[in-house]
């Protein structure tokens, strides 16, 4: 397969691997309560709508909003938020009848959640589930398939211009090849700056409900989508991007000429743009991923980011590296060099190995506190893909080391007679297994290339699903969920179930899984069995019908640890239920 039709199945395979898997339940933040709870019969009005989450989430104006049966706007709007965790709209007297409130809030690392929630009032009857997609409008799924294919290509364009300054630092061995490396950065860094420029928008209706149009025109809406951390990771890298897709070489630097060749004037000035200049650009265009991403939503977070950058900048010299070398190989069979080829895929992969030892260990430390678990690495989407990434490197592993062990020597030594110098002309009798050798050096370093077209696919992927560890339950809230009684079942969960202080909260359903006020009163004991601690009595306080909650400071110690419900029942009765849970 010639290097064209190559690349063209494997960006098609690029775009299916960032487009197939978009799907909305990939969320980050967590709901973990509601009052009025999901599917609640409410005696009398309630006063608010508030949402609970397990970390800090972004909001705009329409994030919650209160809908009746007749799809009617009811609310009066957001309540000042306490401390980022919760969400909530106030209410006017409401009639009996059926209603939906539908949020749509923004997780900390940048990620659009939506759902809704449904309550009645009095003798108001559930509306099914038609009605309620009907209220809600649509999703926005496809937004979020659009938003994978634009981070993707962002990935793509960005780490191809960095690699291409990378390489004309590292590894080019002349002007010519500078200037390969330019024709190859700059429409990189368009391709980057494309993906970016089209990305807000995107985002900006992902995140507020409106239409792409309404999301381009609302100067709020558009406004607090530039303020977040995404948009901050995107006006970052359109700064670094447009600085790379200036040209690198002042007028004349680039004419073709035996003086401009060199980069320099006929006075002897150096005319081209100092490295050091570009290598600023492509390193604030890598650093601007860590603005937004997993990493800053999961401790240790000096380790996230720190390992994230060693990741970018390790495969941005590895992954515009490559595709460099293929530019390259290509003029130099053009040209008949193939021992310069040869030796230029040696300078390369001394960069690639500290790439690679760089790629590794960073990529190691970046997955304990993501995956944290054998189990969580089988068992969940970013686990196998995680596993289909590793996969691929190792794959592209091999070819580089076949190509630097076997393909490199056999071309040098077929074309240098023996005691020559490899820096001398290539003999003009080059045989035709020199050219086979070429050929097939060729070839392994296309394929290279376009399997890390398809590592990068796989990344851009990662950062749009749920961690591993978050999936799994490794880490994040702890739910259990145990009957009480033959007619009660309990959820409780501990947020965010780690040493230090936790959020409690206990939500009571009754046979037809609605929240139920039969209980009173409610105890929580808390015991850690192992080592003979407690128990810690607790005694939440109503939150709402059927929900109780409260803030402990005794969870101090890791291991497996028990809390005991003890509830009341009429004016005579108690149930109770042990439920166990991991503190980490």
């Known amino acids: 397969m010639t290097p064209r039709p190559l690349f063209l199945v494997l960006l098609g395979a690029l775009a299916v691997l960032l487009v197939a898997p978009a799907v909305p339940a990939s969320a980050h933040a967590v709901l973990t309560g509601a009052v009025p709870g999901d599917g609640e019969a ?37 309540v000042e938020p306490g401390d980022g965790t919760e969400v909530a709209v106030d209410l006017p007297e409401l009639p009996d009848g059926a209603y939906v409130a539908v949020y749509r809030v923004v997780s900390s690392d940048s990620h659009p ?33 659009v938003g994978s294919l634009l981070r993707g290509l962002g990935y793509v364009g960005t780490l191809l211009a960095a690699g291409a300054v990378t390489f004309a630092a590292a590894v080019a061995r002349g002007a010519a090849d500078r200037r390969r490396a330019e024709r190859v950065g700059r429409p990189a860094a368009l391709l980057g700056v494309a993906a970016v420029v089209l990305h807000l928008p995107v985002q900006a209706a992902a995140v507020s409900g409106y239409s792409l149009f309404g999301a381009v025109t609302d100067v709020g809406v558009l406004g607090a989508t530039v303020s977040s951390g995404f948009g901050q990771s995107s006006l970052a890298r359109l700064v670094a991007l447009l600085a790379l897709a200036v040209p690198w070489f002042v007028p004349g630097g680039a004419s073709g000429s035996a003086d401009a060749a060199d980069g320099r004037d006929r006075s002897g000035r150096g005319t081209r743009r100092p ?90 430390a970046m997955s304990l506190p993501l995956v944290r678990g054998v189990d969580a690495l089988v068992t969940t989407t970013y686990g196998w893909t995680l596993l289909a990434k590793v996969a691929l490197v190792v794959v592209v592993l091999g070819l580089a080391a076949y190509n630097r062990r076997t393909l490199v020597p ?51 992927f990662l950062v749009t699903i749920q961690p591993a560890a978050e999936a799994a339950g490794l880490s994040g809230p702890a739910t259990i969920d145990a009957p009480l009684t033959d007619d009660i079942d309990l959820s ?29 009163p409610l105890r929580l004991e808390f015991t850690q069995t192992a080592e003979d601690i407690g128990p810690f009595v607790v005694e939440p306080f109503v ?24 509830a009341g029942i009429g004016r005579f009765d108690e149930a109770e239920t042990t439920l166990e849970f991991e503190v980490r």
Do not use: K, M
């Open 42 to 78: 409410l005696e009398v009005s309630p006063d608010e709508v508030r949402l609970t989450f397990n970390e800090p989430v972004v909001t705009n104006d329409g994030a919650l909003r209160v809908f009746d049966a007749d799809a009617t706007r009811i609310d009066e709007g957001l």
């Open 113 to 145: 959640i939506n759902g809704t929630i449904t309550f009645t009032v009095g003798a108001g009857e559930a509306l099914d589930a038609d009605a309620i997609a009907e209220i809600a409008g649509p999703s926005g799924g496809w937004l979020g398939t």
């Open 275 to 364: 490295l050091l200049w570009l290598g600023a650009a492509a390193t604030l265009a890598l650093g601007s991923f860590v603005l937004d991403g997993h990493q800053r939503s999961v401790e240790p977070t000096w380790l996230l980011v720190g390992g994230d950058v060693v990741h970018l900048g390790g495969a941005a010299a590895w992954f515009g590296g490559l595709v460099l070398l293929v530019v390259t190989l290509r003029a130099a069979r053009e040209g008949d060099d193939p021992v310069a080829a040869a030796l230029l895929v040696a300078r390369f992969s001394r960069l690639a190995f500290w790439s690679v030892l760089a790629l590794s260990l960073a990529g190691t």
């Open 410 to 460: 056999g071309v040098v030594a077929r074309a240098v007679p023996a005691g020559g110098s490899v820096d001398a002309p290539p003999s003009a009798g080059a045989t035709s297994g020199t050219r086979d050798a070429w050929a097939r050096l060729t070839r392994t370093v296309q394929l290279e290339a376009g399997l890390l077209v398809l590592v990068l696919g796989l990344t851009g």
């Open 492 to 520: 409780v969960t501990i947020d965010p179930s780690e040493v230090g202080p936790n959020a409690v909260h206990v939500y009571a359903f009754d046979a037809t899984g609605q929240l139920t006020d039969e209980l009173d």
């Open 543 to 566: 939150a709402g019908p059927g929900h109780w909650t409260a803030t402990i400071d005794d969870l101090r110690f890791v291991g497996t640890w028990e809390v005991r419900v003890v």
